[in-house]
Each structure stands twice: as C-alpha cells, then as structure tokens.
C-alpha cells in the first residue's frame, strides 16, 4: 500500500437518534445542488414553467370557493370566504406538497444511493427545500387576496416567519419517516395519496376549526396540523393566535420530527441493498 494514500473509515453516530449534524453541514453544498436540482426536474420541459407553481394553489382557491363557500355556504367566520380559504390553504398546500415530494425521494434517488456515499437524510431534506421556492411563489396569491379584499397586514404578519419553519419542520418529520417506508414497502406510493387527501378533510382547511362540537376539540388536537392552519389563519386575518392549540401541535410536530429522525436512520443501513 503506498504511504501518501490516506483511508476514510464511515462508522456509525452516537446516541439514539445517530445524527451527524457536523456531517450534515459538511454536505451543504450537496443540498444545494439536490435542491437545485429537484426544481429543475420539476419544471424542465414545461409550457408554463414557474406558472403552474401559481395556477395550482389558484385553481384549487376558486373551486373550493364556489363549492364551499358558495354552495355549501361554509362558515368564514364573517371574512370573505376566498382569503378564509387561502390563508389556511397556504401551508397545507406547502405540506402536502413536501410530504409528497421527501416521501418519494429516496426511492427516486436509487441510482445515487446505492452508488456514492452521503447522508441519506439530505435527500429528503432537499425535496422539502424545494417546495419552498413554490411556497414563495404561492405567497403572492395570499398579498393579492388581502389586497383585493381589504384586510390590512398587521404586526402579527411576522409570525408567518416561525410558523412557515414549523411547518417545514411538520413536512420534513413526516416525510422522512414516509420515505422510509416506501423503500421498504413500494405500495406506500398509493397509499399515501389517499392519507393525503384524507388528512386535509379532517384538518380545518375549508372549513374552522369551531364548527366541531366543544367535547369533541380533543380529535381536532391529534392532528398537528390543526392547530398550526388556525395559527396561519389568525396571523393573516390579524386575530390573536390560540397558543394553547398551537403550542399541542408544536408538541405532536417535534416528536414526530424525532421519531422520523429516529426511524429514517434505523432504516438507512438497508436502503442500499432493497432499493
């Protein structure tokens, strides 16, 4: 063996959760460079390119306007029913999108795992990273609704900052923990469509989430995106903020951030070999 060449021996972190975050900020680069990439796959060849990052929230906001605010003449709560809507749509939109996308991403990236070495996790990470640059886009609709309605940003507008990190934070505990699942077992693909969908119904969305009965506020509470879409939907309307609700799923989102962590790495050892 020549003396000049040097070895690189991988052994696994410490601790429960086995996290290398010194690692992670070591492959900054390559974060940026899956990031980059996934948003370039997503919209290369495209007619409308960035636009369809518009058009899909857009759509969805007059279809379920017409057909629960119109129609179903759905409580708002005495605010126009569109920007109601929107400003709970917002954030679901970004998670439901970066759910998908990070659920999907390890098994989309086979070729690369199994091949070169890195941390896994970065390939989840960055999918959710890049539904932010949709989220961005998505954001206008929101400025152009309070402006075409009349609702004047207040102080409490600078929520949206923590709240956007946490349901980042929301995406990415779920997505990392689906993502291991659908490379163990492949028809978590189909299935997780459906929980998607389903999860919306039952998170106060289209609808507040006052109109479930008092004894019945607990169900509301298990599902952690609850309390963080009335925690969107009061800072853009400008009311004050449930913090008791908000700080339940503050709970629910970090220790399902910790699980997925914790599960992502026991699963990674064998990504390689049943991919």
Known sequence: MNKGLESLVIEPHRGWLRINWRELWLYRELLYFLTWRDVKVRYKQTVLGFLWAFLQPFIKLVVFSIIFGKLA????????????????????????EALTRSSNSVLGSGSL?????????????SSVGACLVDFGIEFLIL????LYYGVAPTLAMLWVIPLAMLTVLAALGVGVFFSSLTVTFRDFRYILPFLVQIWMYVTPVIYPSTIMPAHWQWVILLNPMSGLVDAWRDTVLGRAIDWPHLG????????????????????EREFADVI
């Open 113 to 125: 795992v199994t091949k070169v070495y890195f941390p896994r996790l970065l390939v989840p990470i």
């Open 248 to 267: 339940v799923s503050f709970s629910v989102i970090v220790a399902t951030f910790l699980f997925g962590l914790y599960y992502f790495r026991k699963m």
């Open 73 to 96: 003449k759905i409580d708002s709560e005495g605010y126009p029913y569109p920007i109601f809507l929107y400003a709970g749509l917002l954030p679901w939109q970004f998670f439901s």
């Open 143 to 146: 400025f152009g609704l309070m």
